[in-house]
């Protein structure tokens, strides 16, 4: 949450940051703001709402300075009001400061810094720590270990921060310089050609350079124009290891498509052919992973997974538990990553872990992921984001390939991870009972997902009609069995990201136990009703639905036949292999959900409330 860019160089810095604010705006949009060092000050810019709303504001303020920090925020500490959005300034006027985290402790600080004269213009946690720095720049001597009194003051206020921080500070009389240090809120150093860049997310520093250093918890970074050095909290030396960017802008960019969510639902073939490249055995007969740090016979000594996530991944986890139980007959348990951490579950002594997060940065899949290595498990992360923390602690994973994601609901990073689930379940089944000609099949049907969901995808036109008829509905239930219960459930969470409509998923036999009192001629069900073994149980739900006057839209596959009537609108889904099944049905819900918050005029790609990747606790 909370978007975060820093600049010095030798470029203008507001209109820079404020570019790579724009691309970090789907982190948080409640306000934004902007400081600038120039002529011996620091200038600042905020406004509450969006960073079209800031650059009206930066107009006002002529910032041409070369060294700036800016802020999309998220709110935690205090509401959406100017003087809550970042950056801050200390109240003797020397340290700005843009935060990205929760300082748990800042009501003692506080309490301090006003026996010490500091004064408060917001509610935040965030200018209590700029204050505390302040304090303690104005009392640092120049430290003898070479370091500056501007890092040896940052390092000392963190020393007495508890909670989260991703931060990026200028000092009034260190000109040039920025310092920005790490605790569970993720930051991204970019070395250009005579500029320096620090950003929460990649997106923010590619236009300007491909060259970047993961910063780590616990590490500090001093930042000029053409240098950077890194230290760690307890002045331990660090060598940087600089990595490459693999994506260029364009990959971040809507093109000719209204919304990130659009462009990402129709990129999904595309994304799902590049999730399983070069992941096939050569015999044809299995999946092949490269970074799972674990060997074969570790795999088959697994009595038992443990999957942990949250939100869309968590249902992606829901759907590969139903594979890998029904392909390779190992028990798999899933739980919300936020749930795994307090609820103490007793493991059992062959549990492998996994964590799945398109973000690698959400800090209850983080701190989940974080309790199991504790406990002395192994685990493994499938996740997107390269370099995110979650890649970097896990020992080791599947990273997703599908280049970055931008829309706040996720869709085509859902379908990749069911992709890797299908693809893992392969493995794991081939290694127990699968027979060489199952396993060969399983592979031919993984590979016909992508085309699979492109002739899904032609349902649009379709779907989008049907989305105007019920757009106005208020609540919405969505009912699907076996692996399809997950995608309900999975289509109900985008519905009400998106367009605020009340919704809610069911295995559909369950929704008889309840749900069905919510059911009128004004609640749409949604139901998913593939041809397979339980389809006439599927049909019955929806005949109970269909006698109390709800209206039902039902998605099936091509060779299915609904008697007569009995649904209002019905969408074909192509026949698949059930693997692949649970990605082709995604594509209806997805388009659904999207074309009804158009409909309404809802913001797609940045809904009220949510933000991105969800770093606060
Ligand atoms: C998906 O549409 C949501 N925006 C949300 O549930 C998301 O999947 C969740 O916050 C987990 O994010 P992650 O995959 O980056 O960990």
């Known amino acids: 949450m909370c978007g975060i860019v820093g600049y010095v160089g030798k470029q203008k810095a507001a209109p820079l940051i404020m570019e790579g604010l724009k691309r970090l705006e789907y982190r948080g949009y409640d306000s934004a703001g902007v400081a600038v060092f120039q002529d011996g000050r620091f ?24 060294q700036g920090i800016g802020h999309t925020r998220w709110a935690t500490h205090g509401g959406v009001t100017d003087a809550n959005a ?13 935060h990205n985290g929760v300082i748990e402790n800042y009501a003692q ?25 302040a304090y303690h720049y104005a009392k640092e001597p120049k430290p003898t270990n070479g370091d500056s009194r501007f890092v040896e003051s940052v390092r000392k206020t963190l020393g ?25 809120s993720p930051l991204i150093l970019g070395l250009g050609d005579g500029e320096s860049l620090v950003a929460s997310d990649v997106s923010a520093i590619v236009s300007r350079t491909q060259n970047v250093v993961y910063l780590k918890d616990g590490e500090i970074a001093h930042l000029t124009a053409n240098n950077f050095s890194i230290t760690t909290l307890s002045s331990g030396t660090v060598e940087p290891v600089i990595d490459k960017v693999t994506w260029s802008i364009e990959d971040a960019e809507m093109g000719a498509h209204a919304h990130f969510m659009e462009k990402e639902i129709f990129e999904q073939p595309t994304a799902l052919e590049n999730a399983m490249r070069g992941r096939f055995s050569e015999d044809g007969s299995t999946a092949k992973f490269g970074g799972l740090n674990i060997t074969a016979g570790e795999f088959r000594g ?50 492998l872990f996994f964590v799945m997060s398109q ?67 392969l493995y794991l089944a081939r290694m127990r009972d699968m027979s060489f000609s199952d396993g060969t099949q399983f592979v031919e049907a993984l590979k016909q997902a992508p085309n699979l969901v492109r002739k899904a995808l032609e349902q649009a036109p379709h779907i989008k009609a ?50 069905i009192a919510l059911i009128s001629p004004e609640c749409p069900s949604v139901f998913f009703a593939p041809n397979n073994e339980i389809f006439n149980k599927v049909v019955s739900s929806m005949q109970e639905i269909k006698a109390r006057k709800g209206p039902i839209i039902a998605i099936v596959t091509e060779d299915a036949e609904l008697p007569d009537g009995l649904a209002d609108e019905v969408i074909r889904i192509p026949q698949c292999h059930e693997a692949v099944l649970p990605i082709v049905a995604s594509i209806p819900v997805q388009l659904l959900s999207y074309y009804i918050a158009v409909e309404r005029g809802c913001d ?8 991105k990747s969800v770093t606060v606790e």
């Open 109 to 133: 600080m506080k309490k301090f810094l006003l026996t010490k004269g500091f004064t408060f213009k917001s509610e935040t946690d965030t200018e209590v720590l700029c204050n505390l720095i």
């Open 302 to 351: 697994v009595d038992r997974f443990m999957f942990c996530a949250c939100g869309t991944a968590l249902h992606a986890c829901m759907v590969t538990e139903h594979l890998i139980e029904r392909f390779a007959r190992i028990p798999v348990e899933c739980d919300y990553a936020s749930e795994f951490r307090y609820r103490n579950t007793p493991l059992f002594r062959n549990s």
């Open 466 to 515: 049907i989305a105007k008829r019920y757009a106005k509905s208020q609540d919405m239930l969505f009912l699907g069995r076996l692996s399809l219960f997950p995608i309900a459930l999975e289509g109900a969470l985008k519905l009400k990201e998106i367009s605020y409509i009340h919704a809610e998923g069911y295995p559909a036999a369950e929704m008889k136990h309840g749900p």
């Open 86 to 98: 970042h950056p801050h300034i200390s109240s003797d006027g020397t340290i700005a400061l843009i």
């Open 43 to 66: 200038e600042l810019a905020k406004k509450i709402g969006r960073v079209a709303n800031l650059e009206i504001e930066a107009a006002r303020h002529k910032l041409t300075g070369h």
């Open 604 to 611: 797609v790609d940045k809904p009220r409330n949510l933000a």
């Open 359 to 425: 973000s690698g940065e959400t800090i209850d899949t983080l701190a989940a992921m974080r309790e199991a290595k504790r406990k002395g498990y192994k685990v493994l992360a499938i996740n997107n984001v390269v370099g995110s923390t979650i890649a970097r602690e896990a020992d080791g994973g599947i990273y997703q390939h599908v280049g970055p994601e931008v829309g706040v609901a996720s869709t085509k990073a859902f379908t990749s991870q069911l992709l890797i689930g299908a693809m893992l379940a």
């Open 160 to 184: 007495h921060a508890e909670g989260t921080y991703g931060i990026v500070i200028m000092a009034l009389d260190a000109p040039g310089e920025l310092v920005t240090a790490r605790k569970g």
